[in-house]
C-alpha cells in the first residue's frame, strides 16, 4: 500500500520540527521516520495509514480506562466552561482539586492523608526528594539527605529523577548521577541475578543488601529508599514475597522513610488500588501519576503519611515549592471523574479476580516456546524474557536485539507491545477483553515465532 500525501508531509514536517522524547532520531529516519497516531477507541489506536493497533501497553502504562471514554471527555467539558485555570498558590484551591485530594485519601493505604500535585511522575518524584530534605532539616537531622534507590529503577527524567533512577543508560548523557546524593542497590530480579538461591531466599538476600549498605553509609546520613512495588520500565520485576516485608522492617529499623513509587502500579494495575496493598509496603511517601488520570489529562501527585504531613503543616512555614499547573482543575476534573468510574465498575476486583488471573494465564502459557525464558507478572501488568538458551539463560546479546526483532514483528502484525533489554512487557488497558487478551497474546506467540525463524531457532515449527 502507498503512504498517503499526508503522512509523508507529517513525516517531513515531525524530522524538521519536532525533538521525540527518547528516540534516536537519525536510526529513527533510517527506519522511514515517524508513525503518525491519529485516533484511538477502546483498546485500539490507529495511524495515518489507517493501520489499526492493539495497544497492549494502554500507551504508557496510563490509558487505564482504554480511549474515547465519553465521561472523562465530558468532565473536562464541564470543567472548561466552569473554571479551566485556576491555581492552588496564595491561599486558593480549584474545588475540584480539593474533591481530587479527598478521594485519594479513601483510596489510598491508611495513613497516607496529604497530596501534593504536579503534572508528571518525574515532577512529583522530585517534590518527593525535596520534601524529604526538608522533613530532616525540619526535624534536625540535617545529615540525612542520601537516597537509596534500586538498580533497574525508572523514577523520571528530571537531574534529581533520573539520578535516582538505576537504569544506567539514563546517566552517561548528563553526567549523572548527581555526586553524594543516591546510592544504588541490588535489584530482587530473580531471573538474571538470583543464581542458585530460592526466590525467597533471594528476596531477603537483596533486602539484606539495603541494610547492609544504610549501614556502610551510616543510618544518621539516609534519608529514605525508594522503589516501585512492582518494577515497570526496568523490566515487570514481580519481587519475591519475601522481599518488601523485610525492607519495611529494615526502613523502620533505621529510621529511613519509605518512597513507594506507583507510577506504574497503582489504581488497579496490579489486582488492589495501590501496588503498597499487594506486596505490604507502608510507604511514609507515594508517587502515583499515569492511571491516576488514565492518560487523558497530565497530572501526578504525591501521598504523605500523616506523620510527616503533620511535621510539614507545623513546622515548615512558607513550603517554597508547587508549579503553575499545580493541581490544575481540569485535569483535577478528569481524574476525579477516572476514579470514580475504575470504583462504579469495580475494575480493581476485575484485576485481581478475573481479567488479571486470565491475562496471566494466557501469558504463562508462552513459557514453552523456545524464545521464552521467563514469563512474569501479577494483575495486568507482564513480561517475558527474550533468551537463546532457556537452560543457561544465555542472551542473544545486544548486537541482535532480538527483543526488538519481537516488536517490530509485533507492530507489523498490528499489537504494541514494548521491548526493552532481552524483555518484552504487557500492561494493557484495565478495561481489556478476554476475546482483546487472546488477539493480544495469540499475535504475540506469532511474532514470537516469525523472530524463532529469523533468528534460526530450528525447533520452533515443533511448538508452534
Ligand atoms: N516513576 C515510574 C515508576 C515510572 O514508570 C515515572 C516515575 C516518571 O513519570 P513521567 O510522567 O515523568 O514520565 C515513570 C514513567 C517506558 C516509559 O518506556 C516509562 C515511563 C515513562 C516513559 C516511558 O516504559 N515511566
Known amino acids: 500500500m502507498s503512504?498517503?500525501?499526508?503522512?509523508?508531509?507529517?513525516?517531513?514536517?515531525?524530522?524538521?520540527?519536532h525533538l521525540h522524547a527518547f528516540t534516536d532520531s537519525k536510526a529513527m529516519q533510517q527506519d522511514g521516520g515517524t508513525r503518525v497516531i491519529t485516533k484511538a477507541e477502546g483498546v485500539y489506536v490507529w495511524d495515518s495509514e489507517g493501520n489499526r493497533f492493539l495497544d497492549g501497553m494502554a500507551g504508557l502504562w496510563c490509558v487505564s480506562l482504554g480511549y474515547g471514554r465519553k465521561e472523562l471527555i465530558e468532565a473536562a467539558q464541564q470543567q472548561l466552561s466552569q473554571l479551566p485555570y485556576y491555581n492552588t498558590f496564595f491561599n486558593c484551591s480549584p474545588e475540584v482539586t480539593i474533591r481530587l485530594a479527598a478521594k485519594l485519601a479513601e483510596q489510598t493505604p491508611e495513613g497516607i492523608t496529604q497530596f501534593f500535585f504536579c503534572n508528571s511522575g518525574s515532577e512529583a518524584n522530585d517534590s518527593i526528594i525535596k520534601l524529604v530534605r526538608l522533613y530532616w532539616n525540619l526535624m534536625r537531622q540535617p545529615r540525612k539527605k542520601m537516597f537509596i534507590a534500586r538498580h533497574y529503577a525508572y523514577h523520571g527524567v528530571t537531574v534529581a529523577t533520573a539520578s535516582i533512577s538505576g537504569l544506567t543508560d539514563m546517566h552517561p548523557q548528563w553526567d549523572l548521577p548527581l555526586p553524594n546524593f543516591v546510592s544504588h542497590v541490588d535489584a530482587p530480579y530473580w531471573y538474571k541475578h538470583g543464581?542458585?538461591?530460592?526466590?525467597d531466599e533471594f528476596g531477603i538476600q537483596c533486602a539484606r543488601a539495603l541494610e547492609n549498605r544504610i549501614l556502610e553509609l551510616g543510618p544518621e546520613t539516609v534519608?529514605?529508599?525508594i522503589g516501585e512495588p512492582v518494577y515497570g520500565a526496568g523490566g515487570v520485576m514481580v519481587p519475591p514475597p519475601t522481599y518488601w516485608p523485610e525492607v519495611v522492617r529494615i526502613c523502620q529499623k533505621y529510621d529511613v522513610l519509605l518512597c513507594a513509587d506507583e507510577v506504574v502500579c497503582g489504581f488497579g494495575r496490579t489486582g488492589q488500588w495501590f501496588g503498597s496493598q499487594t506486596f505490604g509496603i507502608k510507604p511514609d511517601f507515594m508517587t502515583m501519576g499515569k492511571g491516576l488520570s488514565s492518560g487523558y489529562m497530565p497530572i501526578s501527585a504525591v501521598g504523605v503519611h500523616e506523620r510527616i504531613a503533620k511535621v510539614l503543616r507545623e513546622k515548615a512555614g512558607e513550603i517554597v515549592h508547587g508549579f503553575t499547573y499545580s493541581g490544575h482543575p481540569v485535569a483535577a476534573a478528569v481524574a476525579l471523574r477516572n476514579l470514580q468510574i475504575i470504583e462504579e465498575e469495580n475494575l480493581v476486583k476485575r484485576v485481581r479476580e478475573d481479567i488479571g488471573p486470565y491475562f496471566q494465564q494466557k501469558?504463562?502459557?508462552?513459557?514453552?516456546h523456545p524464545l521464552v525464558g521467563e514469563v512474569r507478572g501479577i494483575g495486568l501488568l507482564g513480561a517475558v524474557e527474550i533468551v537463546k538458551d532457556k537452560r543457561t539463560r544465555e542472551t542473544w546479546g545486544p548486537e541482535i536485539r532480538a527483543a526488538f526483532k519481537v516488536r517490530g514483528h509485533c507492530f507489523a502484525n498490528s499489537i504494541i507491545m514494548r521491548a526493552a533489554r532481552d524483555c518484552l512487557y504487557a500492561s494493557p488497558p484495565l478495561v481489556i477483553s478476554k476475546t482483546e487478551v487472546d488477539e493480544l497474546l495469540g499475535t504475540f506467540r506469532q511474532c514470537l515465532d516469525l523472530t524463532a525463524r529469523d533468528l534460526g531457532v530450528s525447533d520452533f515449527r515443533k511448538d508452534a
Do not use: N, Q, S, V
Not at 3 to 17: G, K, S, V, W, Y
Open 363 to 368: 501469558l504463562g502459557g508462552l513459557l514453552d
Open 3 to 17: 503512504t498517503p500525501a499526508d503522512t509523508i508531509d507529517m513525516r517531513e514536517l515531525d524530522r524538521l520540527h
Open 195 to 199: 543464581g542458585d538461591l530460592t526466590p
Open 223 to 225: 534519608a529514605a529508599f
